[in-house]
């Protein structure tokens, strides 16, 4: 179920950013859906011509499932989503966390580390989200991708090492280190990392792991690209914290937007 929401009251950064893409009259709301017993409450975007799926004329769109950071399902994700309706592309910001769990400051990193530490438990909940995107309707369920932003982009990488079917999978300055490591045929899916040349979450050996990781599953398609300069969470707007290792960066934020449109219009095609 969804519904519109009313307007939000965005930071000037993420108003800048969602003003730098044209706006046709996506439609954006609320939706509430199950993993299980759990309640999820995520934010599905569309694009204007496909605000009526049930019109006889409506083309099936590709659809992209936005993961959020250890904040949970906040205005940068729904930013994000709103962005890509207006690209034209059905996007839910997916939840992890479950309905009212958005931690603060204080406990974002406990709620996340909960998830890291069980890696079966953290792909079914991805899964959760991306079966909800493949059964809206008007989407073309043989064209979907997911990206997701520090904690989401490591769900992102999850999701590929546990062989989803998935047109491509797009990490923004997500962890690259997993329990789980992917195994040998797993991962099918084209994977785009965009990574931080200066963050200390994804140190270079990190990187080198990752890389010697998709070589030994035998990955068919991969690409990593560093940002000189970039911290942990280069791309979210108003981060500003580098004596932690996160940081916001313009320039990365754009060339990364721009790599990620270059990748969805290769795979979504």
Request: glycine share 10%; proline share 8%.
């Amino acid at each position: 179920m969804t519904h519109d929401t009313a307007p939000r009251a965005l930071s000037p950064e993420l108003d800048r950013l969602l003003a730098s893409v044209p706006d046709p009259g996506a439609t954006s709301g609320d939706v509430v859906y199950h993993d299980g017993d759990t309640a999820l409450e995520g934010f599905l975007a569309r694009p204007a011509a496909a605000s009526d799926p049930s019109a006889s004329d409506a083309d099936p769109r590709p659809g992209v499932l936005v993961l959020h950071d250890w904040f949970g399902v906040v205005d940068h994700v729904k930013v994000r989503a709103e962005m890509l309706a207006r690209l034209g592309y059905v996007a839910l910001a997916g939840d992890v966390y479950g309905q009212g769990v958005r931690p603060g400051p204080a406990d974002a990193a406990g709620e996340a580390g909960r998830w890291y530490g069980d890696v079966p438990a953290f792909r079914e909940r991805l899964t959760a989200s991306l079966e909800r995107l493949r059964a809206e309707p008007g989407v073309d369920p043989s064209r979907i991708a997911v990206m997701g932003y520090c904690f989401g982009g490591s769900g992102a990488l999850e999701l590929a090492r546990s062989g989803a079917d998935v047109a491509g999978v797009a990490s923004f300055h997500g962890s690259l280190s997993t329990g789980a490591p992917a195994l040998p045929g797993a991962v099918s899916a084209p994977v785009l990392v965009m990574t931080g040349a200066a963050d200390p979450v994804v140190p270079d050996d990190a990187v080198v792991a990752f890389e010697d990781e998709l070589r030994n599953a035998g990955a068919p398609d991969w690409q990593v690209v560093s940002y000189s300069g970039a911290m942990h969470a280069f791309a979210v707007p108003g981060v500003d914290s580098p004596e932690h290792g996160a940081q916001y960066q313009e320039v990365a934020d754009r060339r990364s937007w721009v790599q990620m449109r270059a990748f969805f219009d290769e795979v979504l095609a």
